[in-house]
Protein backbone atom coordinates (compact mmCIF):
# COMPACT_ATOMS: atom_id res chain seq x y z
CA UNK A 1 0.00 0.00 0.00
CA UNK A 2 1.26 3.14 -1.16
CA UNK A 3 0.44 6.61 -0.15
CA UNK A 4 -0.09 9.62 -1.98
CA UNK A 5 2.51 12.01 -2.51
CA UNK A 6 0.66 15.14 -1.13
CA UNK A 7 -0.70 13.05 1.86
CA UNK A 8 2.93 11.60 2.07
CA UNK A 9 4.50 15.54 1.93
CA UNK A 10 1.82 16.49 4.68
CA UNK A 11 2.75 13.63 7.20
CA UNK A 12 6.54 14.53 6.76
CA UNK A 13 6.20 18.16 7.32
CA UNK A 14 3.85 17.10 10.25
CA UNK A 15 6.29 15.23 12.02
CA UNK A 16 8.91 18.09 11.66
CA UNK A 17 6.34 20.65 13.14
CA UNK A 18 5.97 17.80 16.28
CA UNK A 19 9.56 17.73 16.63
CA UNK A 20 10.28 21.25 16.77
CA UNK A 21 7.18 21.99 19.14
CA UNK A 22 8.19 19.27 21.95
CA UNK A 23 11.90 21.01 21.48
CA UNK A 24 9.56 24.34 22.21
CA UNK A 25 7.75 22.82 24.72
CA UNK A 26 11.33 21.17 26.94
CA UNK A 27 13.54 24.44 26.39
CA UNK A 28 10.63 27.49 26.89
CA UNK A 29 8.62 25.79 29.78
CA UNK A 30 9.81 24.94 33.65
CA UNK A 31 8.50 21.20 32.87
CA UNK A 32 11.86 19.81 32.53
CA UNK A 33 13.72 22.02 34.43
CA UNK A 34 14.66 25.57 34.11
CA UNK A 35 14.69 26.74 30.94
CA UNK A 36 17.33 28.69 31.02
CA UNK A 37 19.54 25.34 31.84
CA UNK A 38 18.08 23.45 29.45
CA UNK A 39 18.77 26.48 26.66
CA UNK A 40 22.11 26.83 27.53
CA UNK A 41 22.63 22.75 25.92
CA UNK A 42 20.14 22.68 23.54
CA UNK A 43 18.84 26.47 22.55
CA UNK A 44 15.30 26.94 21.39
CA UNK A 45 13.59 26.18 18.03
CA UNK A 46 12.74 29.76 17.09
CA UNK A 47 16.59 31.01 18.21
CA UNK A 48 17.78 28.45 15.59
CA UNK A 49 15.69 29.45 13.03
CA UNK A 50 16.43 32.77 13.48
CA UNK A 51 19.74 32.11 13.15
CA UNK A 52 19.89 30.52 10.04
CA UNK A 53 17.98 33.26 8.43
CA UNK A 54 20.49 35.63 9.95
CA UNK A 55 23.09 33.50 8.02
CA UNK A 56 21.35 33.38 4.56
CA UNK A 57 20.16 37.00 4.96
CA UNK A 58 23.97 38.57 5.67
CA UNK A 59 24.87 36.23 2.44
CA UNK A 60 28.38 34.34 4.42
CA UNK A 61 27.11 30.88 4.50
CA UNK A 62 26.78 31.13 0.72
CA UNK A 63 30.67 30.54 0.14
CA UNK A 64 30.72 28.33 2.95
CA UNK A 65 27.99 26.20 1.36
CA UNK A 66 29.83 26.62 -2.28
CA UNK A 67 33.20 25.50 -0.27
CA UNK A 68 31.52 21.83 1.04
CA UNK A 69 29.45 21.44 -2.52
CA UNK A 70 32.48 21.29 -4.17
CA UNK A 71 33.99 19.29 -2.02
CA UNK A 72 31.48 16.76 -1.81
CA UNK A 73 31.00 16.61 -5.28
CA UNK A 74 34.22 16.05 -5.99
CA UNK A 75 34.66 12.94 -3.30
CA UNK A 76 31.21 11.73 -5.06
CA UNK A 77 32.30 11.81 -8.67
CA UNK A 78 36.08 10.53 -7.72
CA UNK A 79 34.79 7.59 -6.11
CA UNK A 80 31.68 6.43 -7.61
CA UNK A 81 34.04 6.35 -10.93
CA UNK A 82 36.29 4.76 -9.05
CA UNK A 83 34.17 2.22 -7.15
CA UNK A 84 32.16 1.54 -10.53
CA UNK A 85 35.56 1.43 -12.51
CA UNK A 86 36.94 -1.27 -9.79
CA UNK A 87 33.44 -3.06 -9.19
CA UNK A 88 32.83 -4.37 -12.77
CA UNK A 89 36.75 -4.83 -13.25
CA UNK A 90 37.28 -6.94 -10.23
CA UNK A 91 33.30 -8.89 -11.07
CA UNK A 92 34.29 -9.97 -14.55
CA UNK A 93 38.00 -11.13 -13.56
CA UNK A 94 37.73 -13.90 -10.43
CA UNK A 95 41.21 -14.53 -10.03
CA UNK A 96 42.04 -10.80 -9.78
CA UNK A 97 38.97 -10.23 -7.34
CA UNK A 98 40.31 -13.29 -5.28
CA UNK A 99 43.88 -11.61 -5.14
CA UNK A 100 42.82 -8.21 -3.99
CA UNK A 101 40.10 -9.59 -1.54
CA UNK A 102 41.80 -9.18 1.25
CA UNK A 103 43.63 -5.72 0.96
CA UNK A 104 39.95 -4.53 0.15
CA UNK A 105 38.64 -5.56 3.24
CA UNK A 106 41.25 -4.63 5.09
CA UNK A 107 40.98 -0.90 3.75
CA UNK A 108 37.43 -0.93 4.06
CA UNK A 109 37.82 -1.95 7.78
CA UNK A 110 40.21 1.24 8.21
CA UNK A 111 38.62 4.13 10.27
CA UNK A 112 38.08 7.32 8.62
CA UNK A 113 38.87 9.22 11.34
CA UNK A 114 42.37 7.77 12.16
CA UNK A 115 42.74 8.66 7.98
CA UNK A 116 41.30 12.75 8.20
CA UNK A 117 44.82 13.79 9.97
CA UNK A 118 47.09 11.61 7.70
CA UNK A 119 45.23 13.24 4.38
CA UNK A 120 46.01 16.68 6.23
CA UNK A 121 49.31 15.65 6.08
CA UNK A 122 49.43 14.51 2.85
CA UNK A 123 47.41 16.85 0.69
CA UNK A 124 47.40 20.02 3.05
CA UNK A 125 44.01 21.85 4.63
CA UNK A 126 42.83 22.78 1.56
CA UNK A 127 39.73 21.07 0.06
CA UNK A 128 41.93 17.75 -1.25
CA UNK A 129 42.19 16.38 2.10
CA UNK A 130 38.80 16.66 2.25
CA UNK A 131 37.96 14.62 -1.07
CA UNK A 132 40.40 12.39 -0.48
CA UNK A 133 38.27 11.19 2.62
CA UNK A 134 35.22 11.77 1.33
CA UNK A 135 36.55 9.45 -1.38
CA UNK A 136 36.99 6.39 0.71
CA UNK A 137 33.69 6.73 2.19
CA UNK A 138 32.60 6.71 -1.42
CA UNK A 139 34.27 4.23 -2.83
CA UNK A 140 33.82 1.48 -0.82
CA UNK A 141 29.76 1.83 -1.04
CA UNK A 142 29.64 1.72 -4.53
CA UNK A 143 32.45 -0.76 -5.48
CA UNK A 144 30.69 -3.48 -3.34
CA UNK A 145 27.41 -2.68 -4.74
CA UNK A 146 27.99 -2.91 -8.65
CA UNK A 147 30.34 -5.73 -7.76
CA UNK A 148 27.22 -7.29 -6.39
CA UNK A 149 24.71 -6.23 -8.86
CA UNK A 150 27.56 -7.22 -11.98
CA UNK A 151 27.80 -10.70 -10.35
CA UNK A 152 23.91 -11.43 -9.75
CA UNK A 153 23.28 -11.21 -13.71
CA UNK A 154 21.32 -14.16 -14.52
CA UNK A 155 23.38 -16.94 -16.36
CA UNK A 156 20.64 -17.89 -18.57
CA UNK A 157 20.20 -14.26 -19.56
CA UNK A 158 24.14 -14.40 -20.54
CA UNK A 159 23.93 -17.49 -22.58
CA UNK A 160 20.92 -15.93 -24.91
CA UNK A 161 22.79 -12.97 -25.07
CA UNK A 162 25.96 -15.44 -26.54
CA UNK A 163 23.73 -17.58 -28.71
CA UNK A 164 22.90 -14.26 -30.00
CA UNK A 165 26.42 -13.22 -30.96
CA UNK A 166 26.76 -10.60 -28.43
CA UNK A 167 30.62 -10.03 -27.66
CA UNK A 168 31.92 -8.58 -24.52
CA UNK A 169 31.70 -4.96 -24.74
CA UNK A 170 28.16 -5.63 -25.94
CA UNK A 171 27.69 -7.81 -22.82
CA UNK A 172 28.72 -4.69 -20.70
CA UNK A 173 26.53 -2.14 -22.20
CA UNK A 174 23.38 -4.44 -23.04
CA UNK A 175 23.48 -7.09 -19.90
CA UNK A 176 26.12 -6.10 -17.49
CA UNK A 177 25.70 -1.89 -17.28
CA UNK A 178 21.83 -2.26 -17.15
CA UNK A 179 21.74 -5.26 -14.36
CA UNK A 180 24.10 -2.90 -12.28
CA UNK A 181 22.54 0.23 -12.29
CA UNK A 182 19.57 -0.87 -9.87
CA UNK A 183 22.72 -1.68 -7.34
CA UNK A 184 24.85 1.39 -8.40
CA UNK A 185 22.06 3.62 -7.62
CA UNK A 186 20.83 2.24 -4.63
CA UNK A 187 24.34 3.22 -3.51
CA UNK A 188 24.51 6.33 -5.12
CA UNK A 189 21.74 7.35 -2.76
CA UNK A 190 23.92 6.23 0.47
CA UNK A 191 27.30 7.60 -0.81
CA UNK A 192 26.58 11.13 -1.74
CA UNK A 193 25.77 11.46 1.87
CA UNK A 194 28.92 10.04 3.01
CA UNK A 195 30.87 11.95 0.20
CA UNK A 196 29.31 15.02 2.76
CA UNK A 197 29.96 13.62 5.61
CA UNK A 198 33.65 13.22 4.86
CA UNK A 199 33.75 16.90 3.41
CA UNK A 200 32.27 18.12 7.06
CA UNK A 201 34.38 15.71 8.99
CA UNK A 202 37.09 17.27 7.39
CA UNK A 203 36.25 20.64 7.55
CA UNK A 204 35.73 20.39 10.83
CA UNK A 205 39.14 18.67 11.49
CA UNK A 206 41.11 21.34 10.10
CA UNK A 207 39.87 24.01 7.98
CA UNK A 208 39.15 27.99 7.23
CA UNK A 209 35.62 27.53 5.87
CA UNK A 210 33.18 24.87 5.10
CA UNK A 211 29.92 24.08 7.03
CA UNK A 212 32.06 21.77 9.06
CA UNK A 213 34.60 24.33 10.01
CA UNK A 214 31.24 26.89 10.75
CA UNK A 215 30.06 24.26 13.32
CA UNK A 216 33.46 24.12 14.60
CA UNK A 217 33.77 27.59 15.28
CA UNK A 218 30.24 27.65 17.12
CA UNK A 219 30.76 25.13 18.97
CA UNK A 220 34.59 26.12 20.23
CA UNK A 221 32.81 29.40 21.73
CA UNK A 222 30.03 27.18 23.12
CA UNK A 223 27.61 28.98 20.97
CA UNK A 224 24.86 26.21 20.86
CA UNK A 225 22.30 28.24 18.69
CA UNK A 226 25.36 28.23 15.92
CA UNK A 227 25.84 24.42 16.17
CA UNK A 228 22.31 23.37 15.62
CA UNK A 229 21.88 26.42 12.98
CA UNK A 230 25.08 24.39 11.10
CA UNK A 231 23.23 20.91 11.74
CA UNK A 232 20.12 22.34 10.43
CA UNK A 233 21.44 23.93 7.43
CA UNK A 234 23.37 20.25 6.67
CA UNK A 235 20.73 18.64 7.03
CA UNK A 236 18.20 20.56 4.48
CA UNK A 237 21.98 20.44 2.21
CA UNK A 238 21.76 16.56 2.23
CA UNK A 239 17.97 16.63 0.91
CA UNK A 240 18.24 18.56 -1.53
CA UNK A 241 21.68 16.67 -3.11
CA UNK A 242 19.71 13.57 -2.05
CA UNK A 243 16.45 14.87 -4.48
CA UNK A 244 19.51 15.98 -7.30
CA UNK A 245 20.17 12.07 -7.05
CA UNK A 246 16.91 10.71 -7.11
CA UNK A 247 15.77 13.31 -10.46
CA UNK A 248 19.11 11.46 -12.17
CA UNK A 249 18.09 8.24 -11.05
CA UNK A 250 14.43 8.69 -12.62
CA UNK A 251 15.55 9.68 -16.25
CA UNK A 252 18.18 7.16 -16.17
CA UNK A 253 15.95 4.29 -15.23
CA UNK A 254 12.86 5.14 -16.86
CA UNK A 255 12.76 1.72 -18.42
CA UNK A 256 12.19 -0.09 -14.79
CA UNK A 257 8.90 -1.18 -13.93
CA UNK A 258 7.67 0.98 -10.84
CA UNK A 259 7.56 -1.35 -7.59
CA UNK A 260 4.65 -3.63 -7.47
CA UNK A 261 3.73 -3.29 -10.91
CA UNK A 262 4.47 -7.07 -12.00
CA UNK A 263 2.09 -9.30 -10.41
Known amino acids: MTMRRPLLLA ?37 VLARVGREFGSGEIWRHLAITLQETILAFLFGAAG ?34 PIFALWFGLGIWSKVALG ?65 VVGEYLGSSAGLGYKIHEAESVFDVTGVFSGMVILSAFVLVIDAVVSLAEGRLLAWRPPPGSAR
Do not use: C
Request: proline share 5%.
Open 135 to 199: FTLVFFIVFFNVYQGVREVSPTVLANARMLGMNERQLLRHVYWPAALTWMFSSLHTSIGFALVGA
Open 83 to 116: GIAMGFLFARREILAAIFDPYIKAANALPRVVLA
Open 11 to 47: AQVGVALVLLLVWHVVTTTPLFGSPKNLQFFFSTPLD
